[in-house]
């Protein structure tokens, strides 16, 4: 039997449904579901179930939706540290000695994967880096007492437990960089969690047809952010930039989607975002979004933080997905090859400027970035890209 189970967390309580729904967006929303489901779609000769400590939810839960076994277990939450269920526990280890599956957990800096590395060593550990630093850069670099002791004591577990993790799925370089540097015997494989191309853009719109659904003007030139309006984004700076570039080019407007005003994860820049005359939109439904990349006539992402290491992102992926070129010190993370024909790659604050200013004058510059994105970042090759690991974590399994 090759079964894999996904362990994954509630990450983000304020969008969760906390108990059963119609559509089963209970069960099949978050990265961990939407892993298993690639995993199952992509490769399905896999046994696949869906593991989720949730502290939002009172009981435990279980059903099958298109052959992936999603299990929910209620669980109390160190903020900023772990979720524990003692159920969760009993219930992996029944499952260990039954099936001996590979773990494959979402989020490598967090307390899931210490619980699975040090409670479950002789399973097969895959895990995936989404975004978060190493506590050691935590450690060194945050002035805040409390915060400084946390990143200790996790650098310290995962010295212990690290030596049982096999595979690191990593879309930022920085974090290759310290992983093997630290940790020599852990496999670190570029990767990136995809996009379904199939479900969100099977026929890119023309961007005049985009703007006239969206109610844009069609002489206006627009600068697309999607995600929250948060630090480690800096959108602080984007919304300066805009405002450098509006006192020269009125016509061009700055979009900020995704947000929300007070999140789980904070907005620190919303109420700035509002007072700057930016259209700020909120959230929008997955199944919209390739209107909003298409109508933009660029995509910006601030990448310059040290303490950033959120890889390309999937939001500049998917504006590459609808033909619309990115700016972003991200792009250096990019997996594809030629990749100035997609975007500009500014490393300091003036430089985003000159690129904003220049694909906005020069978008003919700019080429085969859907062709691009279907060739590396399609779900259907990511995955299937992942067999081969797979297969030698499974054929390296201990009996």
């Known amino acids: 039997m090759k079964k894999i189970l996904v362990l994954c967390i509630n990450y983000e309580k304020s969008i969760f449904p906390n108990q059963p729904d119609a559509e089963n967006r209970f069960y099949v929303y978050g990265f961990g579901a939407e892993v298993g489901k690639n995993l199952k779609t992509y490769i399905p000769e896999y046994e696949v179930e869906v593991w989720r400590l949730d502290s939002n939810v009172k009981h435990s839960y279980e059903k ?21 269920s003692v159920n969760f526990i009993r219930a992996l280890r029944k499952e260990a000695r039954k099936s001996n599956p590979i773990l494959f957990v979402i989020f490598n800096h967090y307390g899931v994967l210490y619980q699975a590395a040090l409670f479950f060593s ?37 010295k212990l437990t690290y ?6 799925l990593v879309g930022e370089t920085k974090e290759s960089d310290y992983l093997k540097k630290n940790f020599p015997d852990i496999k670190c ?32 030139k627009y600068i697309l952010y999607v995600g929250k309006l948060y630090k480690y984004k800096e959108v602080d700076k984007l919304i300066e930039i805009w405002k450098e570039i509006k006192k020269e080019r009125p016509e061009v407007e700055l979009v900020l989607a995704g947000n929300e005003p007070k999140g789980h994860w904070g907005e620190e820049y919303y109420e700035m975002a ?22 933009a006539d660029v995509y910006v992402m ?25 700016v972003s010190y991200a792009l ?25 200013l220049n694909v906005l004058d020069h978008p003919e510059q700019y080429k085969n970035m859907r062709e691009s994105i279907e060739k590396f970042y399609s779900s259907s090759n990511t995955f299937k890209n992942l067999k081969p690991y797979l297969e030698e974590l499974f054929n390296k399994r201990r009996k």
């Open 274 to 295: 509002v007072g700057s005359g930016a259209m700020v939109l909120g959230r929008i439904l997955n199944v919209d979004l390739h209107k909003y990349y298409t109508a």
């Open 64 to 84: 099958k939706i298109l052959d992936v076994i999603y299990k929910i277990f209620p669980s109390f939450q160190i903020k900023g540290f772990s979720d524990f």
């Open 189 to 220: 494989v570029s990767w990136s969690w995809g996009i379904n191309l199939e479900r969100f853009y099977p026929n890119p719109v023309s961007r005049t047809n985009a703007r006239n659904s969206l109610g844009w003007d069609n002489n206006k």
């Open 163 to 168: 030596r049982n993790v096999n595979v690191v």
């Open 302 to 326: 601030i990448a310059l933080r040290e303490d950033y290491y959120g890889g390309t992102g999937i939001a500049p992926l998917e504006s590459l997905a609808c033909n619309t070129p990115v």
């Open 122 to 158: 002789k399973l097969s550990i895959i895990t995936t880096h989404h975004g978060g630093g190493p506590p050691a850069f935590d450690f060194k670099h945050d002035k805040k007492i409390i915060h400084k002791i946390r990143a200790g004591i996790k650098w310290l577990i995962e």
């Open 332 to 356: 250096r993370n990019y997996i594809g090859d030629s990749v100035n024909e997609i975007g500009e790659m500014p490393d300091t604050l003036d430089g985003y400027k000159k690129a904003i």
